[in-house]
């Protein structure tokens, strides 16, 4: 994609926001139908159990209502920005859509452009997400903020004629970190390049462990340095190497899907020590007395001010008379407490001044600020600029996504591989987002401002042989400590003998890729689900499991995938207890494990291979094994498509068809 220009531009990626973010309420109202409260609660994408009050009126004469629960509430995807729907009963979709406002341990407060249905103020309420609509505005506004950061216009339009040569005599050289020439390169372009550079990294290639070290040197030359990922998790995983670097690190984020190992370098828990922030904590505890003391009173809300002013309250309740129906001592107890609340508001607003101003310290005074894309166009980081600013995984991240974090800083470096998980779109509509800022940029760019990553320290070469060929051009080399390495030499691992001996030569640690193949058993669907599953894969996926464990394997040295959720779900029902992950291939990327079995489900007369034929979700699946990848599928289905064919003629078969 090209544009002519940046109204253009702006005009195609807002058109394909909307239409995303009309397709991500959709899926949430189709899970709300066929989800249970529970089930969606334990998604993170409702809370149950609340009850609701009328908090006054907010900005613009809004209605707020704050929803409580007493105990606290559970973990959630719930965000200030997000819309959401409240009910008394299982949603319809048909009820007032709120903005979240307010978010505390036990609160969420929500604002409404009408008077709420009355059903709202009452007990054992439900709240529902209806959108992560706070990406969607951060992603809206990035894109209409082009138009006065036009510095940078070039990188995004026609960029090939806006380049400048770049200097690359300044050599990076590092001792201690062992990286090879390929990672060393990448660093010396990505500092040399002022403008953008990115870094291909395959899988198992060292792409976070270069990241840390490029932004070690970037530290060293006292640049201050932004890193984001489209996950929590990958954001995590370079926050620990840049850690162990030593490196001035902070995280921003809700410490909820922080780990818990690097809480102590997160905004949250640096505050706690911050003199600004404590005088802060001290007023705030000072706003509770008030609150607890206003509680004895009569609030000024609502119908009890029957459209009197708070200064026309205050009027009346220092005559000491009765006004229109409302006793003297109830107009006292009003003005008592708007007293009480203008106090609370005034230490309300010292107190956030204070906690700004801590947080603005915090952030000034760190060299390196970690957050997930979305997170960093939070009001936090408003009005910080940065000199570098580095995207992890964006290859899967959209371009907008990408941008939140991108415009706040003059040099971009962005990481990944486009050969993997494209960003996730809802929206059939919307498709073209799938293509990421980096794949884009690929073509436009000079390749000498490409790195690619070309040593991979994870798998065993037969492992990565298929994927290296059919998707990174036979460019990649096994390291020689993962070269060879096979179940053999893990410790105490023992082949178990089956009575089987298919199932001998599937653990065969001789044979690092197997493909179990079988003729008979067919894929199955439920009514209204668009996934499969296949009895017959995970009767045989069960034998596998227990003969791996019986041979010394430890259960987090497995891994299970499959392309299907409902397989996946099945998996999980039968292999309860085992401790052995099992995930959709969708959920372990970036994962890795010394065994790995692929379950690949589809099983029909027709050939039809249905979205197995993404091929980048066939490299994710085929390339988390270590030493160790058993594949188990339908050949005759299989082979209809040529690089499923390609595949299985690649490796080892066995017949599993005397066994199932």
Request: net charge neutral.
């Amino acid at each position: 994609m090209k544009f002519q220009n940046i109204d253009q531009y702006k005009q195609h990626f807002s058109k394909l926001i909307q239409k995303e973010r009309a397709a991500e309420m959709d899926f949430h109202l189709n899970e709300i139908m066929l989800l249970s409260g529970k089930q969606r609660e334990q998604k993170g994408r409702a809370i149950l159990l609340l009850s609701g009050n009328d908090s006054g009126t907010g900005i613009g004469g809004s209605f707020l209502v704050k929803f409580v629960r007493g105990e606290g509430l559970p973990d959630n995807q719930i965000s200030i920005g997000d819309i959401v729907i409240a009910s008394k009963e299982k949603p319809t979709g048909k009820e007032d859509q709120g903005t979240v406002v307010e978010k505390t341990a036990r609160s969420i407060t929500v604002a409404y452009s009408k008077s709420p249905d009355y059903n709202l103020y009452g007990r054992n309420l439900r709240l529902d997400l209806f959108s992560n609509d706070i990406t969607f505005q951060r992603m809206l506004e990035a894109i209409h903020s082009l138009t006065i950061k036009s510095n940078f216009h070039s990188r995004l339009i026609n960029f090939f004629e806006f380049i400048e040569e770049s200097d690359l005599s300044n050599n990076y050289s590092e001792e201690k970190g062992n990286l090879n020439k390929s990672q060393l390169l990448a660093i010396q372009k990505s500092l040399n390049i002022k403008e953008v550079s990115l870094i291909h990294g395959p899988p198992g290639t060292g792409k976070t462990t270069t990241l840390s070290y490029l932004i070690q040197a970037f530290h060293q030359q006292n640049k201050k340095i932004l890193i984001t990922a489209a996950s929590n998790t990958a954001v995590d995983n370079i926050l620990e190497k840049c850690i162990k670097l030593g490196i001035p690190s902070l995280r921003i984020g809700n410490p909820a899907r922080v780990d818990e190992s690097l809480l102590a370098h997160s905004l949250d828990v640096q505050l706690q020590d911050h003199p600004d922030y404590q005088q802060a904590n001290s007023l705030w505890n000072q706003v509770q007395i008030q609150k607890k003391e206003q509680d004895e009173l009569v609030p000024a809300t609502g119908q009890n001010r029957r459209g009197l002013s708070d200064e026309k309250i205050i009027q009346l309740a220092n005559s000491k008379s009765n006004y229109r129906g409302i006793p003297s001592g109830k107009l006292r107890k009003m003005a008592k407490w708007i007293s009480i609340q203008r106090s609370i508001n005034k230490s309300y607003d010292e107190a956030r001044k204070l906690q700004l101003k801590a947080i603005e310290d915090i952030i000034e005074r760190t060299a390196v600020v970690c957050a997930t894309n979305s997170s960093s166009g939070s009001d936090l980081l408003k009005d910080t600029q940065f000199d570098v600013v580095c995207v992890d995984e964006a290859t899967q991240a959209t371009e907008p996504e990408c941008l939140i974090p991108l415009l706040k800083g003059k040099q971009w470096i962005l990481v990944g591989d486009h050969h993997q998980l494209p960003p996730t779109v809802k929206s059939s509509e919307a498709e073209a987002l799938k293509i990421s800022l980096f794949e884009r940029l690929l073509d436009q760019i000079p390749q000498d401002w490409v790195s690619l990553l070309k040593i991979q320290y994870r798998m065993h070469e037969n492992i990565m042989r298929f994927s290296n060929e059919t998707f990174y051009h036979s460019k990649l080399i096994a390291h020689p400590t993962v070269s060879k390495h096979t179940l053999a030499d893990l410790p105490g691992f023992t082949p178990f003998l089956s009575l089987k001996q298919q199932i001998n030569e599937a653990l065969n640690p001789g044979e690092p890729v197997v493909f179990m193949e079988y003729t008979q058993g067919n894929e199955q669907q439920l009514p209204d689900s668009f996934s499969y599953f296949n009895l017959l894969e995970i009767k045989k996926v069960a034998e596998l499991t227990d003969a791996l464990l019986s041979s010394r394997l430890f259960p987090e040295d497995i891994g299970i995938i499959s392309p299907y959720e409902q397989q996946v779900n099945r998996l999980k029902q039968r292999l309860t207890n085992y401790g052995v992950e099992i995930k959709t291939i969708d959920g372990f990327q970036g994962r890795e494990k010394e065994v790995i079995i692929l379950s690949l489900v589809r099983a029909n007369s027709e050939g039809s291979v249905g979205f197995l034929r993404d091929y980048r979700r066939l490299n994710v699946a085929l390339t988390r094994a270590k030493r160790k990848l058993i594949i188990i599928g339908h050949a005759g289905t299989l082979k209809s498509d040529p690089v499923y064919k390609k595949l299985i003629n690649s490796v080892p078969i066995i017949n599993a068809d005397s066994i199932l």
